[in-house]
Structure formats: C-alpha cells, structure tokens
C-alpha cells in the first residue's frame, strides 16, 4: 500500500479510537475496531480478550521475531477538560482526544507499519502486531497474557510517546508498604516509643538513602515516600505509621535486588513490596534497531516513565510519535504531522534494520 493511504486510514482510525470509550479492562469496542482493520486489509488476527494480535504473512520459525506493540486502553479524563474527551477533533494541527498522544498516535502508527510489511517476503525477522489493553493499570489481562499465547519474542518496539526519540532503557517499579512500630498510649501520658515521632527518622533514611550503582543510562534508583498514615483521634497515640514507597529501578540492579536490600537496610519493623513484577528493561545500543534509529537522526535516552516494557523479558526499545508530557493532561492531543512522520519513520527503521 501506499504510505499516504495508510497515513490517511491510520488517522480515521484515531479518530474512531477517540470517540470509543476505552478505559483500562473497558476496552471490549476499541479492540473492536482494531478488527475491523484487520478485516479490511485481509488480515488474518486472533483475539484473547480485549488483546488484537497478528503475524506478518510469511511467518518463518527460524528467523527471530520482533513485536510492535501499544495499547488502546486509557485512564479516566481529568476534571480540567475543556473539551468533549469523547469527540475527536482537528484545530491547528491538533488531534484533540482522550488517548490520541497516549497511545492511540503510537498504536495506529505500528498498526500502519505493520500492514505495510505484512506481505512482505525479504524481511530478517517476522512481524507481529499487538493491540492491548489495561496497560494504564499494569493490568495481568493486557501484554502479559498475550505473551505465551504468541510466538517466542526476540525484541520488541513498544509504542509510546517518545517525540520518535529511541527510549533505550526504562526504569522499572516496586511499589512498598511498610510499617513503623510504637507503642499505643494515652496523649496525656509521657510515651518515649512514638510510633510518629520514630517515622520522622525513618522519613529521613529513605530520602537520604542512595543506591550504590548508577545506570548508564537511567541514572540513580530513585525511591520516593509517597503515602502516610496513622492515628484516629487526637488523644492517641497509634501503635504504628503506615508508610508507601514509590522506587524506581533502573537496569543495573533488578527487583530482586532492591527488595533485598531494602529488607536489610530500612528501619521499618515491616517492609512488604506488592509485586516484583514491574521490571526495568532496556535494549543494547548495538541492536540493529538502535544503529537503524541514529543513523535516521534519533536520539537515545533513559525513560523515567514505566510501560508494557516492563511486562517483556526481551530487549525491548520504546519509541513512538507524540510527547509524553501531554499525557494524561487536559485537553490531549497529538499533531497530525507527528503520526504521519511517525509512520514513515516507523517503516524507514524498519527498511533498514530487518532488510538485507
């Protein structure tokens, strides 16, 4: 096809994307429409849920495999709308939309990247197109169980507003609660085991702490308190401070470390992480993906922000059109030109990293 049609249909389809409500695990009638594209290019897809998947034509079980992947879903609009969320509209170059930058201009442009090598035969690695939800949430029933049901993946471009700059490495996330211990007590009554005033210095340790290893390219762990609680009423003292820590993990240490080491080090009387699922992830910056992207004038950075990287246990790049500090903001748009730049550069790294 040409790219200029594409351009076009991949634009309508944002558009279709925007006016269709979408929100984490209520992505039923998004992936809906990511089957009638299908459908209409005579693709041959599968579906689990509210997960689109599709392998280029002449799939080849001795090549590697590289996935292009976004998701459809999105958060809830804020409250500082000016706009109808809903209503996908044009003004200045604008696409306006909830989801049109995060990530509906990345998931329509790999869509069109996708339906333009899907025939092709010359390729080095086999294609595969997935559309998923509940990324937004970190959710169990987007990417992550889509992975065993799709073949084996090598590497993978992870759809995300990156202003088409190659997002070579991505922190990771723990999130933990921990507890500081006292002892419960009439306010009244001296009490030298204040579970408050005992949090004070634990506060204190976790902003000071440092990690020793420093990520080339993602910088320090960075571990933020963002949560506390305690206390009922004014004239008790609680037994205990709840506390909740943010920590965000580059590639030089993994999840298993930190919850190790924090276990050791901190002075809480329980320390507990959610999960350890939410890895860092990164990609060499001798990958063919990463040369192909700086020889076209792409730049390669570290990304404080998490995405369904963390749900990959391959090398995995994150690139695509848009900026991702109007996400999740009011009003959201993405320019028009960015999607079809970034679909004619999407196909020129992939012409020349996966050709011969």
């Given amino acids: 096809m040409q790219i200029s049609t594409l351009q076009k249909e991949a634009i309508n389809l944002l558009k279709e994307l925007i006016g269709t409500q979408s929100f984490s695990k209520e992505e039923d009638k998004t992936a809906n429409l990511l089957e009638t594209w299908f459908n209409n290019h005579n693709i041959p897809y599968e579906r689990y849920l509210n997960n689109v998947w599709a392998t280029s034509k002449y799939f080849d079980e001795a090549k590697p495999t590289l996935l292009l992947n976004s998701h459809h879903d999105t958060v809830r609009p804020n409250s500082a709308y000016t706009r109808d969320p809903f209503e996908a509209t044009i003004a200045d170059g604008k696409l306006f939309g909830l989801g049109s930058n995060d990530a509906g201009g990345c998931l329509v442009s790999l869509l069109a990247t996708f339906t333009y090598y899907y025939a092709s035969e010359d390729l080095n690695y086999n294609l595969i197109f997935a559309g998923t939800g509940e990324e937004e ?3 169990k029933y987007g990417v992550a169980c889509l992975l065993p049901k799709m073949p084996k993946i090598d590497v993978a471009i992870v759809g995300e507003p990156t202003l088409m700059n190659l997002a070579i490495a991505e922190k990771g996330l723990i999130v933990f609660d921990a507890k500081v ?21 634990t506060l204190n340790w976790f902003r000071d702490f440092k990690f020793k290893k420093i990520s080339q390219a993602l910088g320090e ?36 470390e930190v919850n190790e080491i924090l276990k050791k080090e901190a002075p809480v009387d329980e320390l507990k992480a959610r999960s350890l699922r939410l890895n860092s992830s990164s990609i060499p910056k001798d990958h063919d ?5 700086i020889a076209l004038g792409m730049e390669t950075y570290g990304s404080p922000t998490l995405s369904d990287q963390a749900m990959l246990n391959c090398p995995s790049l994150k690139l695509g059109p848009g900026d991702s500090t109007r996400s999740h903001s009011a009003d959201e748009f993405i320019y028009v030109k960015e999607i079809e730049e970034g679909i004619e550069k999407y196909i020129k790294l992939l012409e020349r990293a996966l050709k011969n």
């Fill in 137 to 139: 949430i970190n959710g």
């Fill in 221 to 256: 762990v960075k571990l933020t308190v963002t949560q506390i609680k305690a206390g009922s009423q004014h004239n008790v003292v609680p037994g205990h401070v709840d506390l909740v820590i943010d920590v965000r993990v580059t590639d030089a240490y993994s999840n298993a």
């Fill in 181 to 201: 211990k006292g002892t419960p007590s009439h306010a009244a009554h001296p009490n030298n085991n204040n579970a408050i005033y005992k949090s004070a210095e």
């Fill in 289 to 293: 993906l990463v040369k192909a992207g």
